[in-house]
């Protein structure tokens, strides 16, 4: 009997599991779908949110590298939150001469790993509330949970929200963020 009991919930469990799986879909970014089998860079150029952030890349010649294998997990600024930079800031920085100084910038939001939002609550968790995370631009950032949302600290005290995590992609995970992080100066 009990044998019984068990398959039927197991084999319930597996069933709806497979169901949420098939159903669950990735959260709209800029208006548009984003599908897990493609990559940072085709995602990307399809959000109205993040036509900054796609002209920056390009400047800083990242396309191909976002494009690649990974895993990356990239802390992806939206228009708005360049935006909030100084007058200026973003002209100046997509001119070919500053082409060294954007690259810096931009790699300081992306991680050499696949780092959904309940692993980096976990390791935030495991820390004690802050957990340091390094980047591939040589940044080193620092996450925490604030009211109930991740935060993710530049190092330069700057804090910018997660506003859409989880966006999983084929060659990593993009999470939506409200400020440009940067690197200390």
Do not use: W
Not at 16 to 30: E, H, I
Not at 73 to 99: D, H, I, S
Not at 132 to 150: F, H, R, S
Request: with cysteine; net charge negative; charged share 20%.
């Amino acid at each position: 009997m009990k044998r019984t009991i068990l398959a039927a919930a197991t084999a319930t469990l597996l069933a709806t599991t497979a169901f949420a799986a098939d159903t669950m879909k990735n959260p709209m970014v800029g208006g548009a779908e984003m599908y897990a089998d493609k990559t940072i860079v085709e995602n990307a150029v399809n959000s109205a949110d993040h036509t900054t952030l796609v002209a920056a890349v390009q400047a800083a010649g990242l396309v191909e590298t976002l494009s690649g294998e990974g895993p990356f997990t990239v802390f992806a600024p939206t228009n708005a939150a360049f935006a909030m930079l100084p007058e200026g800031t973003v002209e100046t920085l997509l001119k070919p001469e500053n082409k060294d100084q954007l690259t810096k910038i931009l790699t300081c939001h992306v991680v050499a790993a696949d780092v959904m939002s309940e692993a980096l609550v976990g390791m935030i968790e495991d820390d004690g509330g802050v957990h340091d995370v390094p980047t591939v631009g040589g940044c080193t950032l620092k996450a925490m949970v604030k009211d109930g949302m991740v935060m993710i600290e530049d190092e330069q005290g700057s804090l910018a929200t997660v506003t859409i995590a989880d966006v999983d992609q084929s060659n990593g995970v993009i999470h939506v963020i409200d400020k440009v992080l940067l690197p200390a100066m």
